[in-house]
């Protein structure tokens, strides 16, 4: 049964967004409850980006693999078992993650098991929406991660702050459950697609970079991932910063953080329908640029009035985010079928690999320029450190907008020549 291209989403497709957004609860939890582990562990900015660090290349891992298993296995199939997987190990965070030793270990543990809810859930949209619906489709996908992020970092400053950091974990930990409960049913009906079983090894796949959009899109998704990675870790420390040295209000500081993935939100669902419009590498170059600017700013206004740092950090997180449902999309339709979990398992390795070790490189610069944890927690900061900090990540957004530049032209599918499929 097929329907028209003005059809409303299929419920497997919403209840597919629904359990984004739960298995997002966990994700920002340790940005979110930052200031008060850092208070409690006494860590120092390495120590506090190595947590993030250890659960992104545990993300990148589990992308990997579950990108690679998929082409053989089924998207549904790998998705589903990551899916449980992620709840056992964000139950074991939240119960016994209490050092910075522990939280380490447990984080990175969630890491691996998270990235098989990504991966394989584009491809299950890939092979459910047509291409000129697909990248709104991708939006909404992502656009309620970005919703869960802002419930998980939200979550975790509250409780963290008031109640301690124990309850904070325990509450985020427990969406990676419910997300695994309420897709379950859900996928039910849906066919678990075997494209094809490729023979050969992972060194066979790398085979699709010999296209030059193939190749530019993972170039440029390697350096977006740098940036926002980076900057998921460490924007809401900067604001807590930044709150704390001219009003004294920390807790604020990440409250508003929280809705900067609010702003991430609202781009991945407008960005992803605007590239079905506009074609693309368009809106691509736009917001890579954007990201770019903000990224080469924002750490050098910690003297500015907040009613000019506060905007620039919404916008910051609107254009880091803006590119990724585009760059997934166009993925999907520059690889073939056959092909896409490969292509994705490498890009991971390429994009998670870089944004892997972002946070703990903005953690070091921090350290480097006598800011640090204890800087974070209140107790005094030097505002060049997160200059330099974010800097860094802004040769990302810099390499992402010359990859997003030498694309070739597109143009948006026609709606008369596709459909959304059932």
């Not at 170059?285 to 903000?294: E, N, P, S």
């Not at 979990?341 to 390795?349: D, E, F, K, N, P």
Request: hydrophobic share 55%; aromatic share 10%.
């Amino acid at each position: 049964m097929t329907n028209t291209p003005h059809s409303p989403a299929p419920v497997w497709l919403i209840l597919l967004c629904v359990s984004r957004f739960g298995a997002s609860l966990a994700f920002m939890v340790h940005a979110g409850a930052l200031p008060a582990t850092l208070r409690a562990w006494g860590m120092s900015g390495g120590e506090a980006g190595g947590i993030q660090t250890g659960f992104n290349i545990g993300y990148a891992l589990s992308l990997v693999l579950s990108s690679w298993l998929a082409d053989s296995l089924g998207a549904k199939r790998v998705f589903l078992w990551s899916s449980w997987a992620s709840a056992a190990a964000g139950s074991a965070f939240a119960l016994f993650a209490r050092s910075p030793d522990s939280a380490f270990w447990l984080f990175a543990l969630l890491g691996l098991t998270q990235g098989g809810t990504y991966a394989p859930s584009i491809m299950l949209v890939a092979q459910g929406v047509a291409a000129d619906r697909r990248g709104a489709a991708v939006g909404w996908l992502l656009g309620a991660g970005s919703l869960g992020y802002f419930a998980s970092i939200a979550l975790a400053a509250d409780l963290s702050e008031r109640v301690g950091y124990e309850a904070a974990f325990l509450v985020c930990g427990v969406g990676p459950l419910l997300a695994a409960l309420i897709v379950a049913p859900g996928l039910h009906g849906r066919p678990n697609r075997v494209i094809g079983a490729r023979q050969g090894s992972l060194r066979d796949a790398f085979g699709f970079l010999a296209d030059r959009r193939s190749l530019l899109l993972t170039a440029g998704y390697t350096a977006h991932a740098w940036e926002l990675l980076g900057m998921w870790a460490w924007l809401p420390a900067f604001l807590t910063a930044v709150l704390a040295a001219s009003s004294g209000t920390a807790a604020s500081g990440l409250w508003i953080a929280g809705a900067i993935h609010l702003s991430g939100c609202l781009s991945s669902l407008t960005m992803g329908r605007a590239s079905d419009r506009l074609g693309r590498r368009a809106v691509l170059v736009a917001m890579a640029a954007m990201g770019a600017v903000c990224s080469l700013s924002i750490g050098w206004m910690e003297s500015l009035p907040l009613w000019l740092i506060l905007p620039m950090a919404a916008l910051y997180g609107f254009s880091a985010l803006g590119d990724s449902p585009v760059l997934s999309t166009a993925m999907t339709e520059a690889t073939p079928p056959g092909s896409l979990g490969a292509a994705l398992a490498v890009r991971s390795i390429l994009g998670f690999g870089a944004g892997g070790v972002a946070p703990l490189a903005v953690g070091l610069a921090l350290d480097g320029a006598g800011s640090g944890g204890g800087a974070i927690a209140g107790s005094g900061w030097a505002g060049s450190g997160w200059g330099w900090g974010f800097a860094l990540l802004g040769i990302g957004g810099v390499v992402a907008t010359l990859c997003a530049a030498l694309l070739a032209p597109d143009r948006p599918a026609s709606p008369s020549l596709s459909h959304l499929r059932s």
